[in-house]
């Protein structure tokens, strides 16, 4: 689920940036360093979409450094347990698969897949229905729920299901090339 | 029963009665306190092995309890009292003791032996006989009662109940007021004899006999105990025994320990159908087995097996063509086709079991059903405690037959098995068993066996309470949970499906997928991949094997790495043991790319060619012009590709400036500083600038990790002068701990190495690192260079040896036709010297420094090799192998002595080895002059002495002058000097230590002669303000002497 959140941190600045375009070098470095991490809390943060206030700042003893308090707005991203994704397939094998939805990874192990459906190995490892007439294999884009979420300091990790009603495969590479 | 007679008070009573008797004997136990039923609580031990129990007193009580064993498991407290003499012999082997013990009294003589086999239903079978007439006993029957009873009517009686608690039963316990048990050595095999001999001699000889029980213990070979006051008796008794050693010593066992001599420890286990146990011997030794049938009265069960049987060697056997060539091996679990063994001509009968009713085919006197084999075995051949199956095998238990049903019951008999405390407040469970099966719920409360729930239906009571064999413990797919036992234990993940109480999980590291039992598991937020460590090296570690080969730790077993060898060609997957790894690298390399890009450690890069084509990751380590490439999506080997580097490219920028930048800054740093000074630190030499110069040479790095852990000096930046350890090498800079601050600094990107200097812990005197000939790149030994070419190519091939000790002996082997000795010889000789000479400003730094000017042999070596050697050279976390080390050097000393340990080869020969003992100060000062012509005299006029003269009196003194050649002063005696003036010989003249804010004089150095004031000492350095200019400098101890008071 994505949020819009005000978040806030404390930039170091070295002294070298301090001029007339401190506080565009203050944004841009923290745009590079926020943007793409991952929260337990708040989860990965995709974008910055603007900054609410830049505090008074602080030099710190020794190093000449600066340092902002910086409040801003951002785009966060955090899976929830029950929460339904369109996931992208990047890797399938016998265990099951892996699916991404941007930044977080997703396995379904084969025992959340549904009972009908195989693993066929060979050239394109993939799951396919007995009739073959659904079929998941890298690429694929699957529809699932998540089912558990382990929040590293870096990636959030989760476990999804396509055994229930209404998810699986939403569209397969084959047939959108 | 059979039973002679009973003395007693309840005399007239029918001896079926015998429970009456027992309760009479209980009052009267309880008499005589602490004592009488000492052994009483061992009730289950009393169940199954005969057992008679003591009267305490020489009183005449005369009462025979035939060791009437155990009636129906522990329905009855077996207290029951043997006067005199009771032997009884327990056939009764459930729990596999037998005891035979003797009891003597001396008034009378009853003796009974017995034998009881309980069965099912409790009934007995009991043996006995006399040993002895008793008739001549019948006469004092009535005073015996009366004695009795004026005996024990001393105390009010008590009843003990069946349920004797605690504190009553340790009231029963042996005291120092009982009689003690002693250990006697015996004949082995002969101990029942000896016990029935003393029985006998009992019997002859009456009261004057005064031990009070014999025991025999069948399965204590050797030994019996008897029971008496005194060691005197105990050895009166044995005197004449024929089994038994006279001389051997008698021991007395500890009070504490005398009961154990007559406990059981374990419990019979009530075999029920359906029990997984053991096997403990025989083909089937370990195996999982089921039992399907129990027979108490037989002691056999009837387990389930799966068997272990080769059906050609069965063939033969039955076909009488025996082939009696040895059995080694056990063939494999398999289960029985017996079509199969019909094709092999085999008689199979079917045949019904007439107890049972079912149907097993019979073949050659097994019993197979389903594949499965059906033995009878004795129960003393089963273990029944703490089984714990594992997954597999009960996989394959269930592959035939039975159902999900079955299964779940016979499951469920692992719950016997779980520890206490398995379930906790808070759990979720569900129920498997009993008409509530599938209700789940949290638990509330945990008592002994019993678990009180809240389940999770509403119109259900607020609480039940389950028997913990009927729960399980529950997850939902999704928790994240810790594999607390069985194999996979430690590891993490994420439930993805429960069958059961099977619970499938998805390991958090290697995205495998575990299947695990859910009693063996608890929800944890916690995330680890299980054991990621052994010794020294992690996962993901790269290190080099035995053999040669390298590769990065992929999977941490319980004893065994997996590692992923460095083979581009193919993922080659190795099981690597702890000691065949050789080497953990440590280094971060750097490489060239497919378009000479530079790559370095995290670079992202794509793989061009070879088997994983297309994969890409951020490269982990670059080894040997190998990457390995860490790829998420790889699920193989822990997700890491092994690629050459000549078939990837670089994606991005490169990460790792900082390292590059680092090093041609050191190495620039290094040739700016004035050549005299450039050995100023072992390390550094090695590290900075010198090795610079043979590129090429994997050297930078590779003792890095040696480096950790010892202990360094800081000498430049705001931590200068700062002792501590190294705890972690990055590139350039090192992070260390610091000994006086209590805290770790990081030495950034400049404070590199070279702003360290190793400081020797002195008190160490054979940690000297003669062998890292480090320090003496000094430019001012010519003679040296002609040696590099020849010892370069020497070292490579035992590249990294001096980890281990081992392989000292193959360096020295190496080595030793290597030591062009008279070359060399000359070499060594200029060459020390000079060092001593030429490199003035070092030889302040401290002993070790000097120590590594002095073995100017090694420092052939020491261009290319000395990353490593200095850096192995911190001895300190491996002493002994260390020790070992010197020794490829030391054929290169003049003397050319045998490789030994350092001080002696290096005190006969080398001047400049002698200070690597720093920890022997008297020494270190003397060796100079000893050989030392360039030294020149050693002490300097004024300075304050302790001269032995004569009769090891010491005089204070101070120099006035030291005379030519043998360095002979003229001493003027007193502190002042004002004295008499004597000679003596520097062997007779003792430094006197300068103590904090002495003057001083500096006898070695650069300083030699200059006067000082020492303001402070930190271990073998001391702080010295040099008077002329000023300057503060540290300097050894060694070198300080303390000024007269002009």
């Known amino acids: 689920m994505f949020f819009h959140i005000v978040l806030e941190r404390n930039m170091q600045l070295h002294p070298r ?57 951002c785009v966060v991203f955090r899976p929830f347990k029950g929460e339904i994704l369109e996931a992208v397939v990047t890797m399938v094998n016998k265990m099951g698969f892996f699916a991404e939805a941007g930044p977080v990874q997703i396995f379904v192990s084969n025992h959340l897949i549904p009972d009908d459906m195989e693993f066929q190995s060979g050239d394109v490892p993939n799951y396919t229905t007995s009739d073959g007439s659904v079929k998941i294999q890298k690429e694929s884009e699957v529809r699932l729920k998540i089912i558990g979420t382990r929040v590293d300091a870096t990636e959030i990790f989760c476990i999804g299901t396509i055994k229930d009603d209404f998810l699986g495969v939403i569209s397969d590479p084959g047939t959108n090339a | 029963m059979p039973r002679h007679r009973d003395y007693d008070d309840d005399d007239d009573e029918p ?66 009292r043997t006067a005199f003499l009771v032997v009884s012999f327990s056939l009764h082997c459930l729990l596999s003791v037998v005891v035979l013990i003797v009891r003597f009294s001396f008034a009378d003589f009853i003796v009974d032996s017995g034998a009881d086999i309980p069965d099912e239903d409790g009934a007995r079978r009991e043996y006995r006989h006399r040993l002895l007439p008793h008739e001549d006993q019948e006469e004092d029957l009535e005073e015996l009662t009366r004695s009795i009873k004026q005996r024990y009517a001393r105390s009010p009686h008590v009843e003990y109940d069946e349920e004797a608690t605690d504190v009553e039963q340790q009231a029963l316990l042996p005291s120092v007021r009982d009689p003690k048990l002693w250990m006697v050595k015996c004949a082995i095999g002969r101990e029942r004899e000896v016990a029935v001999c003393l029985m006998q001699k009992a019997i002859d000889r009456g009261p004057e006999l005064q031990i009070r029980s014999v025991v025999a213990l069948d399965h204590l070979k050797n030994y019996i105990y008897i029971e008496a006051d005194k060691e005197a008796h105990v050895r009166e008794a044995c005197k004449g025994m024929r089994n038994i050693y006279a001389s051997a010593k008698i021991m007395l066992v500890p009070i504490k320990e005398m009961t154990d001599v007559l406990s059981v420890e374990s419990k019979a286990v009530d075999l029920a159908r359906d029990t997984w146990v053991r096997m403990k011997m025989g083909t089937y030794k370990g195996d999982l087995a089921k039992v399907m049938d129990v027979d108490n009265v037989r002691q056999k069960v009837v387990v389930k097996l799966i068997p272990r049987i080769d059906l050609q060697a069965l063939a033969n056997k039955l076909e009488g063509r025996e082939a009696p060539k040895k059995k080694a091996f056990i063939p494999p679990p398999r289960f029985m086709n017996i079509d199969e063994a019909r094709e092999m001509n085999l008689r199979v009968e079917r045949r019904r079991d007439p107890m049972s009713g079912d149907y097993f085919e019979n073949i050659g006197g097994m019993m197979f059903k389903d594949g499965f084999l059906y033995k009878t075995v004795s129960m003393k051949s089963i273990r029944t405690l703490n089984i714990q199956p594992t997954f597999d095998e009960l996989e394959k238990f269930r592959q035939t037959g039975e159902g999900g049903d079955g299964d779940m019951a016979s499951l469920s008999t692992l719950f016997a098995n779980r520890k206490k405390g398995h379930f906790m407040k808070g759990d979720r469970v569900i129920v498997v068993k009993g008409d509530l099966r599938n209700l789940k719920g949290h638990v509330e409360k945990v008592e002994e066996d019993t678990v009180h729930i809240r389940p999770n239906q509403k119109d259900l009571p607020l609480t039940l309470a389950f028997s913990d064999k009927e729960l399980c413990k529950y997850f939902d797919l999704g928790n994240h949970v810790k594999v607390v036992s069985g194999s996979s234990e430690g590891a993490t993940g994420m439930v993805v499906s429960v069958q059961g109480h099977v619970v499938n999980l998805v390991s958090d590291t290697t995205k495998e997928l575990l299947r695990v039992f859910a009693d063996n598991v608890v929800e944890s937020s916690e995330v680890t991949s299980g054991l990621t460590r052994i010794g020294e090296y992690e996962l993901h570690d790269l290190v080099i094997l035995d053999n040669k080969s390298f590769g990065v730790i ?260 190496a080595w030793n036709p290597m030591s062009p000795t008279s070359d060399r010889g000359g070499d060594w000789e200029d060459g020390n010297p000079a060092s001593w000479g030429s490199s003035p400003q070092y030889q302040p730094s401290s002993p070790r420094s000097r120590a590594y000017e002095a073995p100017t042999p090694g420092s052939g070596w020491t261009n290319t090799p000395s990353g490593n050697y200095s850096d192995a050279g911190t001895p300190r976390d491996n002493g002994s192998a260390y020790a070992n080390a010197p020794s490829p050097y030391l054929p290169s000393t003049p003397g050319g002595q045998p490789p ?68 002979s002063c003229s001493v003027g005696l007193g502190s002042s000097g004002n004295g008499d003036t004597i000679i003596a010989h520097p062997t007779e003249i003792d430094i006197i230590v300068p103590k904090k804010s002495d003057k001083i004089k500096i006898m070695g150095g650069p300083q030699r002669g200059a006067t000082g004031k020492l303001i402070g000492v930190d271990g073998t350095d001391g702080i010295v303000k040099v008077d002329d200019t000023l300057d503060v400098k540290i300097l050894d101890m060694v070198l300080l002497a303390k000024l007269a008071h002009a």
Not at chain 2, 604 to 628: N, S, T
Not at chain 2, 637 to 647: E, M
């Open chain 1, 17 to 73: 940036h301090f001029g007339r375009d401190l506080r565009e070098k203050l944004v841009s470095k923290l745009m590079k360093d926020v943007e793409g991490t991952c929260s337990g809390r708040h989860g990965f943060i995709v974008a910055i979409t603007g900054i609410e206030s830049v505090g008074k700042g602080l030099i710190r003893d020794g190093t000449g450094f600066v340092t902002f308090p910086v409040k801003y707005q």
């Open chain 2, 15 to 80: 001896e079926e009665e015998e429970e009456d008797v027992y309760e009479e004997e209980d009052e009267e136990e309880e008499d005589d306190g602490g004592k009488a039923g000492r052994k009483r609580r061992r009730s289950d031990f009393i169940d199954d092995a005969a057992e008679e129990d003591d009267d305490e007193d020489e009183d005449d009580d005369d009462e025979d309890y035939g060791g009437g064993g155990g009636g129906g498991g522990g329905r009855r407290r077996p207290k029951r």
């Open chain 2, 554 to 813: 992929i999977r941490v077993d319980s004893e065994a790495f997996q590692v992923l060898k460095g083979v581009p060609d193919r993922p080659e997957v190795a099981l690597v043991r702890l000691r065949e790894i050789k080497a953990k690298v440590e280094k971060k390399g750097n490489a060239q790319d497919r378009y000479k890009n530079h790559l370095a450690v995290k670079d992202v890069v794509k793989v061009l060619e070879g088997p994983c084509k297309g994969k890409q990751g951020p490269v982990e380590h670059i080894f040997r012009g190998v990457v390995f490439i860490y790829d998420r999506h790889h699920l193989e080997h822990a997700g890491y590709i092994c690629a050459k580097t000549q078939s990837c490219v670089l994606i991005g920028g490169s990460r790792a400036n900082g390292d590059r930048n680092g090093n041609p800054m050191s190495s620039r740093f290094a040739h700016m500083r004035p050549p005299p000074r450039a050995p100023q630190s072992p390390m550094r030499s090695s590290r900075g600038g010198p090795p610079m110069s043979y590129g090429g040479r994997h050297r930078g790095g590779r003792g890095h990790d040696a480096l950790v852990g010892a202990d360094v000096k800081i000498r430049l930046g705001p931590f200068k002068g700062c002792k501590g350890r190294v705890v972690d090498i990055k590139g350039t800079s090192v992070r260390v701990e610091l000994e006086a601050q209590m805290k770790v600094v990081t030495g950034k990107c400049f404070i590199d190495r070279n702003h360290i200097s190793d400081n020797v812990n002195v008190s160490v005197p054979f940690r000297e690192p003669s062998r890292y000939g480090l320090g003496s790149e000094t430019p001012s030994h010519p003679s040296r260079t002609p040696l590099h070419p020849f010892m370069t190519p020497m070292r490579d091939p035992g590249a990294t040896p001096i980890h281990d000790g081992m392989r000292t002996p193959m360096r020295d082997r």
């Open chain 2, 900 to 967: 030994m340990t350092p001080s002696s080869a290096y005190i006969p020969g080398t001047p400049g080895g002698q200070p690597m003992t720093p920890g022997s100060g008297g020494l270190d000062m003397m060796s100079p002059i000893g050989g030392g012509d360039t030294e020149g005299p050693w002490l300097l006029p004024d300075i304050l002495v302790n001269v032995r003269k004569s009769n090891d009196d010491t005089v204070i003194g101070v120099v006035h002058e030291v005379l030519a050649q043998d360095g």
